[in-house]
């Protein structure tokens, strides 16, 4: 008998899972703590219409009156600062401590720190959530010199946005080409260089080693030696799970609390979703997905569980992003071995999708200005149609239809 769940984390994947429980008809207690002094808020605004000023703050996931409907015990702005798995409990900083049969890590990532000197200079900015996202949006002017160390998600989206506001960005990417980790190499390639022509300079393999000035950056130096005068930085180099409470519990961990394709971590009454979680994948590997829709799809799968209805959902993992003012869709990993082929036109009036096809089989693609095919191609990767390239790369061929024959020889 389950009378007391209690979740960690008010994010995205807290409270879809509160959210599942209640629809599941789970009517016990559940406690939801957080760190954050707001309620679930939809972070994906956070690079874009919060630092436009299109917003002032990112809208919240579900209102304050659905906790009070859905009777959650709500406690914003306290910190878990441990957890006893034997005697099933949860230790607040407050000095409080609530019993669970059942407990939800939901506690999300945290953004990479930059162990460099000079990283705690003032004008350096990181975008995590809504406070630093007010912050940063009262730094972007016109004719501002901004720069971004770190090329993938944040860093784009934020370059997009804060080039249509008039600022000069360059971007400072390690590796030798921006967005690898989502994209691949091939669209990676293209974005920068959609990127590029909206006037933003892009760095590749380049090195920070340091931020120069007293108490207010004025200029991010390189390791090669070069320095770019900025007073305004984005650290945007990764997110790192935030284990670390699971981590002192004994439980195992591995970027991210390790958990079975059900959320169950390795003690049989912790569950863990969205970023913090490292969960298995279709494709056999195993790790934390860092996504909006994959951190919903799993709370669900986690709650059903609990309450022992769930079915064990190894994940795909699939987002979206806006860039240079593209649309960009994309489910599964680009990277790996296998095909890489193309539908549409990648030049000229840009609508595209590219596929990572094995043996036949569709492991992975990415869409750009294609939201409509995108439907079809999601649900082509989940059943393992089998698919021939030149059916794929005819145009004029729905590829809706490719579900319908179930396999086109
Ligand atoms: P990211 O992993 O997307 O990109 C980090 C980039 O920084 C990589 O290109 C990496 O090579 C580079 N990098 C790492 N160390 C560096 C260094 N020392 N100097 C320069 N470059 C370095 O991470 P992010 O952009 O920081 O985003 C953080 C999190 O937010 C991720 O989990 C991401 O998935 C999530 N996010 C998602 C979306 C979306 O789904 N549309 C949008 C924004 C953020």
């Known amino acids: 008998m389950i009378n007391s769940i209690i979740i960690v984390g008010i994010g995205l994947a807290g409270v879809s899972a509160a959210r599942a429980l209640r629809d599941e008809g789970y009517e016990g207690a559940i406690h939801m703590i957080g760190a954050e002094p707001d309620l679930a808020y939809d972070r994906t605004v956070l690079s874009k219409k919060l630092l436009t000023g299109e917003l002032d703050r990112s809208p ?10 859905a009777n959650i015990d709500l406690i914003v702005g306290t910190r878990v600062s441990s957890i006893d798995i034997s005697r099933h409990r949860v230790h607040l900083e407050s000095g409080e401590s609530l ?6 890590l939901a506690t999300g990532a945290d953004a990479r720190a930059m162990s460099v000197s000079g990283s705690d200079l003032n ?17 972007l002017k016109p004719d501002q010199a ?20 008039g600022a000069n960005v360059t971007i400072l990417e390690s590796g030798d080409e ?24 892009v ?22 030696g070069r320095t770019f005068k900025t007073d305004t930085v ?13 981590r002192e519990a004994g439980i195992a961990c591995d970027r991210g609390v390790i958990v079975d394709a059900c959320g169950m971590s390795s003690s049989p009454d912790v569950y863990a979703v969205g970023d913090v979680a490292s969960w298995p994948l279709r494709c056999g590997a195993h790790r934390s997905l860092e996504t909006f829709l994959n951190s919903q799809a799993q709370a669900v799968i986690a ?13 795909i993992s699939t987002s979206w992003t806006e860039i240079a003012g593209h649309r960009i869709q994309m489910i599964g990993d680009i990277t790996g071995r296998g095909e890489l082929i193309t539908r549409g036109a990648v030049d000229g009036k840009v609508s595209f999708t590219l596929f990572r096809i094995v043996d036949q089989v569709i492991e992975a693609a990415i869409s750009v200005n294609a939201t409509k095919d995108f439907v079809a191609v999601s649900r082509l990767v989940e059943s393992r149609v089998p698919v021939q390239t030149k059916v794929l790369q005819d145009s004029s061929f729905k590829l809706g239809d490719l579900l319908k024959a179930k396999s086109v020889a």
Not at 156 to 164: F, R
């Open 123 to 139: 004008g350096i900015h990181r975008l995590r959530g809504n406070a630093d996202a007010v912050e940063f949006q009262k730094a």
């Open 203 to 224: 760095e590749l393999n380049t090195m920070v080693s340091g931020f120069d000035g007293d108490s207010s950056v004025n200029a991010v130096v390189c390791a090669d």
């Open 234 to 246: 984005l650290i945007s180099i990764g997110a790192e799970p935030a284990d670390s409470l699971a």
């Open 146 to 165: 901004l720069v971004i160390v770190g090329g993938g998600l944040i860093g784009c989206e934020v370059a997009t946005t804060a080039s249509s506001l």
């Open 178 to 201: 921006l967005l690898v980790r989502i994209l691949g190499y091939q669209v990676g390639a293209w974005c920068r260089k959609e990127l590029e022509r909206l006037g933003v300079k």
């Open 60 to 69: 919240e996931i579900l209102c304050a009156t659905w906790y009070e409907m």
């Open 303 to 315: 709650a059903s569980s609990i309450l022992g209805k769930g079915v064990p959902t190894p994940q």
């Open 99 to 104: 019993t669970y049969d059942k407990l939800i």
